[in-house]
């Protein structure tokens, strides 16, 4: 039925793919790498984590080399419309890239974890493996091709999250990561298939572009829309797609849960604005075709839901991971808002606020680890008195949280402050929607400060030892993230310069 | 009679709608990890009857590549569901995932 | 000079991290030296500062210069927004009358601070460093001009001060310290929405570009006519207005946003109960005066009278409150809340001898009041308690101190002679002036009345007469008749001792000599004001549309 | 400068520098200092005396006026004003002169009186400190050219009585009666504020001169109304500083502070300071505040007449009768009768104050006793004490040859002019009371001389009552060890108490005001000191032919009444006023009025204004009848119940006992106050504190301030987020939190179930949007 292809045709698909290697050095670099790191956790004998540590931090620094090669390089579709290099991808690679280096890091911090940990060899080279997925994911522009990358990402986090196998909670976490991840990839997929039979094609541009020539039935669309949403939405963890994550951040490794609720996060919003932006048309003002006006209030319900869901559910609880859960949902809403305004300043904005939210969660999330290999727990209430005890921790954690609440001068400060102006550069439309977004931010300061609040101005039960800090290496980690948080809170001048050279992604429809 | 002798797109979308309903039926209501794995996989399959389906009557290949895929993914991610249920079964001796509560709220 | 003086605590707070905790005295000793400092700046820039030049908004073709003095202007932040120019941000500083007349008190009241932390002992080093971050952002909120930055100062007075209330505070200072914290974080974050509506809708005449530089905000021939706070858009600047103001009158505290304030008082130490007393409260005022104001005049002008009404309020309830009151620090605390109050009046009477009065009233307030919680301070060290009715006759037994009290006392009831009593006449005779706020003046007489009545009340009820039967000290009487009196664990100077009289006496004689001859202030103040009236008043407004 | 106003301003100024270096030094001094305050006055009044000297004997001028001022605050360039200056100033004058004689004097007297009584005093310096910062003060009411000068000092001397009442602030009686001074102060201030504001709202100026002319010149903007209230409220200064009803309660109880200060400032000066001020504002009186005034005054001169027949304490009689005669001054100017209030106000200074000394010497010789009834035959052991004493009291009771016969008559006649100008009616009772209230004076006076003076000592008699009207044992030290070695019997003061007595005794004869006993007006006061024409004018000349029959009706009046004799001083003395005024260009239109000078005397342009004058020179013989009579009467009287004792007062009382008991419990003013007022505003405050503590502050549990923060510490405050309107929400958004993590059930179908309802949800939210 199909006939073979003649020479010249194998000839120029060799060229194409010449090419595409060509500009796919990065990933094919870490993949390298995480060969190399089973290898070496094969070959090697006895106690290796620090070396397998080490290992995979320079692994992944040296990709930054490649990376940078990258922005010479004019954007372009490789592999045939499957994959894309333009600076949106470019700006992910960095981004995840960093993510997986901090992972390893707070990972190396974690005692309890390397202890109970015996096999610790896989557990590098799946990060490395997640960090590949995820660069995928944000420069897949074919259907196909994203959902093998989320796929990617999916199991190995369902892993890295079971990663613990003694412990009831990590297990627990794993299973409901999946089922609730394979649950969501099912309707994605469907809906890709619904697309797919709408306009015959894989390739998002295409599909743009069909669907723009031919319009569609809304109501199909809306359908497609929404199974295609659960499966990104279940990646962002936004509200009403966030039910896996307080339990899977809880129990899961506290690394993990740190590069879960950063990593594949932001892996999911990348995906998200390439799809929405790229595949359904609409011109770009809202509430002026009815396309963009369909998507846009499904965001923005998912939005709110997120902003208020979150925050609120924060109040109660007591654990300090998953408290950070739920902010992590409630974050989900505000980058929501940069994207559903669907212009260049929104995009920034949400690029901005990512890498705010990089430094200040993981750092958070890397306290909370230290604070752990001390009192054993992430239980707000043993964390009375610790201010005293752990001085830089204290301090840093204090600072990290200063920043989720988005006060300034620091970099959370200053994500907010763009989201906002995204939202009212539009005039009064999204006024509301702001308005939401700074009551809500009024509510997070409280559960925020509950932990300063321990730390600080209560005493602890137990009789007070010396101050003991973490290893010279975290202090210093932590130290440097405070004070990057701070430092871009200042002078962010550079970050979001960065933010807008790299919110152009190839064949966008908007802006 | 008509619409028995020759098969349409429709017959085809049907078929997979029925499945993607009794994939999601299986993963809501049985208890079994197991089984609810199952109602993935119909889920799964629902779309590749699609993929196909559209494929075939609008003659590209991708809709084929796709369920390819989709079917290896199946394996591979039955493969780590597995190894999970096992070690979950491991530690609480059972395979019920509405037992399977200790962290909520 | 501006930068180095504010920015001179935090060095401090620098070199206080490398000083080892166990040095206290060293600490001590550099923050007080870095409050010196400051204060010799302020008083150099006060020497400096040219009186003629009005400020408010910008001279002739639209530059600062020539009518802000001692200007700082850096590019700070320049991001390209693609379709929305680019977004400028600042580092502006510069002073006019109204700052000048905030930067002298906050000098002043930060030295006087320092000397009143010297007796705490707990976790020293950390005290002082927060300590230092709020000098410096109290500092910067006075003489930022640029909005941006004014925002980033204003939140960062936040955190040292919940701090400062939750660690070194009273029994029940968790509570008091998350209530002010939560209560004005709620009052700023909406000032930020209305800070990035305002970039978008004004562009500076010089560049061309949106800018956050609240000079140009201040014209209103900045504004773009269609933009979301254009003049077009009567409601959404409405809205702006009252968030604004909203978010202003929480810190001033006015009424019903004031609950917080007794609380935060009670529980907080002696010092920080002054720099938030002295300092902090005029924040909002200012705030008003500097923002809130000048770039809505046509709504200021619509909601005098409400302005006004709140204004009464704030007086009279307030004086009824500290009547009431058991807790002599709670009753000054609601003194302060009155006392605002007359600020706000002053301000509603839109004329130079209202504002005048109003802001001349905020620096007095600031003296006088961080008076009355010294005061307050030295007897609760001595007593461990501030019940009115736990002292009585004590005036017998503490002459000074009850001299000082008396001073301060009277000083805070407005009595001529004293600065309080200038600064609240010119208000009334403002809001008397002014047609809209003729009544609430009428009204607003009587807090005059009720504040003499709790201050004298209280007065009599701890000083007069003689020591009650449960006094919070003991009486003995020694061989030739004499009585003396001496307070469980206290081992001090029981009248007041040297650090108490260098804290008081300098504000007793300003407050005095201010009070007699108050020109030194008002002289820097007055072309400021006139200008400010002229800004806002209606006659500007329908010239402009 | 002019050289007067040079040393008026060191006589301003001495005053407060006794204050300063005794108030810091006094315990360094040898004596407390008391001889820096002594010499420090007795200078100051020197050079006041040299100022009276040269302004009222030397220039002999009634129009004499010199000022001076300077920029006290400068408001620059005011929008819609144009430059804005506050200027303070001093101002010159025959009445200033009269008064910085006089109140220096006194203060002097004082001074000195206190060396003696004040000694052995633990707060000796301190007494005369504050004795110096109150003469500072006053002397500054009687200077300031402009309200807000005044206010200021108005204010000052408020404090420095406040001080002084509550000398002995280890007595609560005491450390009461000084708050109570002060607000009621306070409150009368009030009203005088509102007016100054009043005033200035309409000329943004605080100056005299410039107030005037402005009203003269027609621009005030806000109508008569405004400007009868703005007279009513300034007058309400006077109400509260000189004890007028209804504020007059303070004055008895400021007996509470030591007897020269009750000398000084509760009889002589600052209370007369109220007069002083309306006097000052006299012309931009309407006739309406007038008639306000003079009711005010004749109800407070009748009422504490009433009061005081009945009082036990020598210094309770004494207040009263002080507010009594305050009443009548007031009602002098409430009538027009300018000139003769003035002229009480100095004459009942000096006699009044030479009753205070007197009580004082008493209550000294008899060691802090001040009940009447405990005296009796005193005027053995103290006779100059009696003669002064004696001689004080005609004078306030008002028999001829003394100079408050002299004064009180004017008021009295010019109170019949009023009423006949005003067409009689009700203004008849403004004579009646004046009059009815001079045979009480008369009568309590004379109570007074004989059961201090007369008959045997009733010392013995005193019942054995522990806590007894006098000074603590804290207050007396001094005292006891100042009488140790002495006999306990009574025993004439020592010289420096003597010396004021007799001095002030002197100033209340006649002859020193007046060569004719019964015409004051021949007397260099009454022509120094003349009734300013109104700036306001009133209906009479707004309505020109109202005016004609007026005109018509005095001269009738003139042609019978005015002796020859007085035309012609009284025309060149008003040919000089007017001259003046036409020079100090307050008023061209008086001149103009001068200009065709009739024949009779003082001139004024206001038909009203004029009217009264004739009526109350008509009135003057007639007046002294009456209240000659009336003196004699009530004299007499007192003579009967307490000498002859043909009445027994005990019984009278008896029979007559619920006005007994009105007067003696002094009308029940007090307990009506705090029944209101007082007890009123706890309540408010009570109600509103507990309103700012549980509903504002948003805790609804009806628990006081200090319970709650208790409450807050045991009970954690996690409960209680923010409080208030916002605790409302913190509830919402907690409760809401609580009810949405029930979702998280743990259990991961429960988690599909509702991420397909989500989806289905929203599909047919979407769906029934399409279809709409």
Same mark, same amino acid.
């Given at each position: ?55 995979? !931090? ?49 990972? !190396? ?95 998002? #541009? ?117 408290? &950070? ?11 929501? /808002? ?54 830089? *921790? ?100 550079? &970050? ?16 | ?105 | #000079? ?17 000083? %080892? ?18 204060? !010799? ?17 910008? *001279? ?32 502006? /500083? ?236 709670? #009753? ?15 301000? =509603? ?197 | ?45 020197? &050079? ?14 009634? $129009?004499?006026?010199? $000022? ?60 005369? =400190? ?16 402009? /309200? ?67 009203? =003269? ?85 009748? #009422? ?32 027009? *009768? ?26 000294? $010789? ?64 403004? %004579? ?130 005015? %002796? %020859? ?16 005024? =036409? ?190």
């Amino acid at each position: 039925m199909f006939e073979l292809p003649s020479g010249a045709e194998i000839q120029s698909i060799i060229a194409t793919l010449k090419t595409g290697v060509g500009l796919f050095i990065p990933e094919i670099y870490l993949s390298v790498l995480f060969m190399l790191l089973i290898v070496v956790d094969l070959v090697v004998k006895g106690r290796k984590n620090n070396l397998l540590a080490s290992l995979t !931090v320079l692994g992944l620094a040296g990709s930054f080399f490649f990376i940078s090669r990258q922005h010479a390089v004019k954007a372009a579709e490789i592999f045939f419309g499957m994959y894309v290099l333009d600076e949106f991808a470019v700006f992910f690679k960095y981004f995840f890239v960093l993510s997986g280096m901090l992972t390893v890091l707070v990972s !190396v911090a974690d005692d309890e974890f390397n202890r109970k940990v015996r096999s610790i060899g896989e557990y590098y080279a799946l990060i490395v493996a997640m960090v590949v997925g995820m660069i995928m994911m944000a420069s897949s522009v074919d259907l196909l091709m994203m959902f093998l990358s989320m796929e990617l990402v999916g199991l190995t986090a369902y892993v890295l999250t079971g990663y613990r196998k003694d412990d009831a909670r990590s297990s627990e976490g794993a299973l409901k990561y999946l089922v609730y991840g394979a649950v969501s990839s099912g309707l994605m997929v469907y809906g890709f298939s619904l697309v797919y039979g709408m306009t015959g094609e894989t390739n998002i #541009m295409k599909i743009g572009a069909e669907l723009a020539l031919h319009g569609y039935d809304p109501l199909l669309m809306m359908l497609a829309s929404l199974l295609i949403i659960a499966g990104f939405g279940y990646k962002i963890g936004a509200v009403p797609f966030h039910f896996w994550s307080p339990d899977v951040y809880e129990g899961a490794p506290t690394p993990i849960t740190a590069y879960l609720s950063v990593g594949s996060k932001a892996a999911g919003f990348a995906i998200l604005m390439r799809f929405f932006y790229v595949a359904i048309p609409h011109g770009g003002e809202p509430f002026q075709d009815i396309v963009g006006m369909d998507w846009v209030m499904l965001l923005i319900a998912l939005s709110i839901g997120s902003m208020i869901y979150g925050n609120v559910v924060a109040l109660w609880q007591k654990n300090v991971k998953r408290m &950070l859960a739920y902010s992590s949902i409630a974050h989900a809403g505000y980058l929501l /808002l940069g994207i559903l305004v669907m212009d260049e300043l929104g995009t920034q904005a949400t690029l901005f606020y990512l890498l705010g939210y990089l430094l200040m969660n993981i750092g958070a999330f890397y306290v909370v680890i230290l604070i752990a290999n001390r009192t054993g727990s992430e239980n707000l209430d043993d964390y009375r008195g610790l201010g005293r005890k752990m001085p830089l *921790a204290g301090a840093a954690l204090t600072v990290f949280l200063i920043s989720l609440v988005g006060l300034p001068p620091t970099i959370g400060f200053v994500g907010k402050l763009m989201i906002f102006s995204a939202l009212l550069a539009k005039g009064s439309v999204y006024i509301w929607l702001a308005l939401i977004g700074v009551l809500t931010s009024v509510i997070s300061l409280y559960y925020y400060m509950l932990i300063p609040l321990n730390m600080y101005l209560r005493e602890s039960q137990q009789p007070d030892e010396a101050p003991a800090q973490g290893g010279m290496l975290h202090q210093a980690a932590i130290a440097v993230l405070m004070l990057l948080t701070i430092y871009f809170g200042l002078f962010f001048q550079p &970050l979001t310069d960065f933010a807008k050279v790299s919110s152009s992604m190839l064949g966008l429809s908007i802006y | 009679m008509e619409l028995l002798t020759n098969i349409g797109l429709n017959h085809y979308l049907t078929i997979s709608a029925l499945l993607f309903g009794f994939g999601l039926f299986a993963v809501m209501t049985r208890r079994n990890a197991i089984v609810i794995l199952m109602g993935v996989e119909l889920i799964l399959n629902a779309a590749n009857i699609n993929f196909l389906a559209f494929s075939k009557y609008s003659g590209g290949m991708e809709g084929v590549m796709f369920s390819l895929f989709i079917i290896v993914l199946a394996a591979a991610e039955a493969a780590i569901a597995l190894a999970i249920v096992i070690n979950i079964y491991k530690i609480f001796r059972s395979v019920d995932v509405s037992s399977i509560d200790t962290m909520k709220e | #000079m501006l930068s180095l003086i504010v920015f001179l605590p935090i060095l401090a707070g620098l070199v206080i991290l490398a000083v %080892p905790s166990s040095q206290k005295q060293i600490i001590r000793i550099v923050s007080l030296l870095a409050a010196i400092a400051q204060g !010799v700046l302020a008083v150099l820039i006060w020497r400096g500062y040219d009186a003629s030049m009005p400020g408010i908004i910008a *001279a002739e073709g639209g530059a600062p210069e020539g009518s802000f003095q001692f200007i700082e202007r850096l590019p700070w932040i320049n991001l390209d927004l693609g379709g929305f120019g680019s977004l400028n941000i600042e580092y502006f /500083l510069g002073v006019d009358g109204l700052s000048i007349t905030m930067v002298i008190l906050t000098a002043l009241i930060s030295i006087i601070g320092v000397l009143s932390s010297w007796p705490i002992q707990k976790q020293v080093k950390g005290y002082f460093i927060l300590y230092n971050l709020l000098a410096t952002a109290m500092m910067g909120c006075f003489v930022a001009l640029d909005f941006f930055l004014f925002y980033v100062f204003w939140e960062l007075m936040l955190l040292p001060m919940y701090f400062l209330i939750g660690i070194w505070g009273g029994p029940n200072r968790e509570y008091a310290a998350i209530k002010f914290f939560l209560y004005t974080l709620f009052g700023s974050v909406f000032m930020l929405l209305v800070m990035i509506g305002l970039y978008f809708s004004v562009i500076d005449p010089l560049t061309g570009n949106h800018t956050f530089s609240l000079v140009a905000m201040a014209s209103q021939e900045n504004y773009i006519k269609d933009a979301i706070l254009g003049p077009e858009s009567m409601m959404w600047r409405y809205a702006a207005f009252i968030v604004l103001f909203v978010g202003f009158a929480i810190k001033v505290p006015m009424f019903p946003f004031h609950t917080w304030l007794p609380d935060a008082h009670v529980e907080a130490p002696t010092p920080i109960s002054v720099i938030l007393a002295g300092v902090l409260l005029k924040l909002g005022t200012y705030g008003m005066m500097r923002i809130n104001f000048p770039l809505f005049p046509e709504v200021f002008q619509a909601s005098l009278y409400a302005i006004g009404v709140l204004g009464a309020i704030n007086i009279i309830y307030g004086a009824f409150c500290a009547l009431a009151q058991q807790d002599l620090k709670k #009753m000054v605390a609601y003194s302060s809340i009155s006392h605002m109050g007359y600020v706000l009046l002053g301000l =509603a009477a839109a004329n130079s001898e209202g504002m005048v009065g109003a802001l001349y009233q905020m620096f007095n307030h600031g003296t006088i009041t961080s008076m009355l919680f010294l005061l307050v301070g030295v007897i609760y060290d001595r007593a461990h308690t501030r019940q009115i009715d736990k002292f009585g006759g004590l005036a017998s037994y503490m002459p000074v101190y009850a001299a000082v009290v008396t001073i301060a006392w009277f000083a805070s009831l407005g009595l001529p002679g004293l600065s309080g009593f200038i600064s609240e006449a010119f208000v009334f005779v403002g809001a008397f002036s002014s047609e809209t706020t003729r009544n609430i003046a009428i009204v607003s007489v009587l807090g005059i009345v009720f504040g003499a009545a709790y201050l004298l009340w209280s007065l009599q009820r701890m000083f007069l007469g003689k020591r009650k039967a449960d006094a919070a000290y003991d009486l003995e009487v020694d061989a030739d008749g004499h009585e003396h009196i001496h307070f469980h664990d206290w081992k001090g100077k029981l009248d007041l001792d040297a650090r108490e009289l260098v804290m008081l006496v300098p504000l007793a004689v300003i407050v005095i000599f201010l009070g007699i001859y108050p020109m030194p202030v008002l002289g820097m103040l007055t072309s400021s004001i006139n200008k400010l009236v002229e800004v806002l008043s209606p006659v500007v407004m329908t010239a402009l549309n | 400068m002019h050289s007067l106003i040079q040393l008026s301003i060191a006589v301003l100024l001495l005053p407060l520098l006794s204050f300063v270096i005794l108030i810091f030094f006094n315990k360094r001094l040898p004596r407390r200092g008391d001889f820096v305050g002594v010499g420090i006055l007795g200078t100051t009044f020197a &050079l006041s005396f040299y100022i009276f000297w040269s302004v009222v004997v030397q220039a002999y001028d009634p $129009a004499f006026r010199v $000022a001076w001022d300077f920029t006290w605050i400068d408001f620059g360039n005011v929008p819609g004003v144009g430059p804005l200056e506050i200027r303070m100033g001093i101002v010159i004058d025959n009445l200033t002169a009269i008064m910085l004689a006089m109140v220096t004097l006194i203060s002097f007297l004082v001074h000195l009186y206190s060396t003696g009584y004040m000694s052995g005093d633990p707060r000796y310096g301190r007494f005369f =400190a504050f004795l110096g910062i109150f003469t500072f003060s006053m002397l500054g009411i009687v200077l300031a050219d402009n /309200l807000f000068a005044i206010y200021i000092f108005w204010e000052l001397v408020g404090l420095s009585s406040y001080l002084l009442i509550g000398f002995y602030f280890e007595k609560d009686s005491a450390a009461d009666a000084q708050k109570k001074a002060f607000l009621a102060n306070r409150v009368g201030d009030i009203g005088m504020w509102l007016g100054i504001l009043i005033l200035y709202s309409q000329f943004h100026t605080f100056s005299y001169q410039e107030i005037f002319a402005n009203l =003269a010149a027609g621009k005030f903007g806000l109508g008569e109304a405004w400007l009868t209230a703005a007279g009513i409220l300034l007058f309400m200064g006077c109400v509260g500083k000189s004890a007028q009803f209804p504020l007059h309660v303070w004055l008895p109880d400021a007996m509470e502070g030591p007897t020269p200060v009750s000398a000084l400032i509760h009889a002589a000066t600052m209370v007369a300071a109220g007069v002083y001020f309306v006097a000052r504002i006299f012309v931009l009186l309407t006739a309406d505040a007038l008639h306000v005034i003079a009711f005010i005054g004749a109800v407070t001169a009748f #009422m504490a007449a009433t009061i005081a027949i009945t009082q036990h304490d020598i210094k309770r009689v004494l207040a009263y009768s002080t507010v009594s005669q305050l009443g009548y001054m007031v009602l002098g100017l409430g009538v027009g *009768a300018y000139s003769a209030a003035l002229f009480h106000l100095v004459t009942h200074a000096f006699f009044k104050a030479c009753l205070f000394l007197g009580s004082g010497a008493i209550i000294h $010789a008899m060691h802090h006793e001040q009940d009447m009834r405990w005296m009796g035959g005193l005027r053995k052991p103290m006779p100059w004490t009696f003669a002064t004493f004696t001689l004080a009291t005609l004078a306030l009771a008002g028999l001829p040859l003394t100079s408050g016969f002299m004064s009180k008559d004017a008021i009295l006649a010019g109170a019949i002019g009023f009423a006949a100008a005003e067409g009689g009616g009700i203004y008849w009772i403004i %004579p009646f009371l004046g009059f009815f209230s001079a045979m009480l004076t008369a009568f309590y006076m004379g109570r007074q001389i004989w059961l201090v003076f007369f008959g045997e000592s009733r010392t013995h008699l005193k019942p054995a009552d522990p806590h007894h009207h006098g000074h603590d044992a804290h207050g007396s030290h001094g005292h006891d060890d100042h009488h140790a070695g002495e006999s306990h019997g009574v025993h004439e003061v020592a010289w420096n108490m003597r010396a004021p007595l007799v001095i002030l005794a002197a100033l209340s004869v006649f002859a020193v005001y007046s060569p004719d006993p019964l015409d004051g007006a021949k007397g260099w006061f009454l022509k120094m000191v003349q009734t300013p024409a109104t700036v306001v004018g009133s209906p009479g000349n707004t309505a020109g032919h109202e005016s004609s029959p007026l005109a018509l009706h005095e001269g009738r009046l003139l042609a019978e009444a005015v %002796p %020859p004799a007085q035309h012609k001083a009284e025309s060149d003395a008003h040919s000089e006023g007017v001259a003046s005024e =036409a020079a100090s260009g307050v008023h061209a239109e008086a001149a103009g009025a001068a200009a065709h000078g009739e024949a009779h005397g003082h001139e004024f342009s206001d038909p009203r204004q004029a009217a009264i004058a004739h009526e109350a020179h008509a009135a003057h013989w007639p007046a002294i009848m009456i209240s000659s009579v009336m003196v004699v009467l009530g004299i007499s009287l007192a003579f009967v119940v307490y000498v002859f004792r043909i009445i027994d007062p005990e019984k009278t009382a008896r029979s007559i006992r619920p006005l007994y008991l009105y007067s003696f419990n002094k009308w029940y003013w007090d307990e009506i106050y705090d029944a209101t007022f007082i007890k009123g505003s706890v309540l408010i405050s009570k109600i509103l504190s507990w309103f700012d503590a549980n509903i504002v502050d948003g805790i609804v549990n009806g628990v006081g301030a200090m319970t709650r923060r208790v409450g807050f510490a045991t009970g954690g405050f996690d409960k209680y987020v923010v409080d208030g309107a916002v605790n409302f929400t913190a509830f919402l958004v907690n409760t809401s939190g609580g009810v949405l993590r029930k979702l998280q059930t743990g259990k991961v179908q429960t988690y599909v179930v509702l991420l397909l309802l989500a989806v289905i949800g929203y599909f047919i939210y979407y769906f029934t949007q399409l279809i709409y």
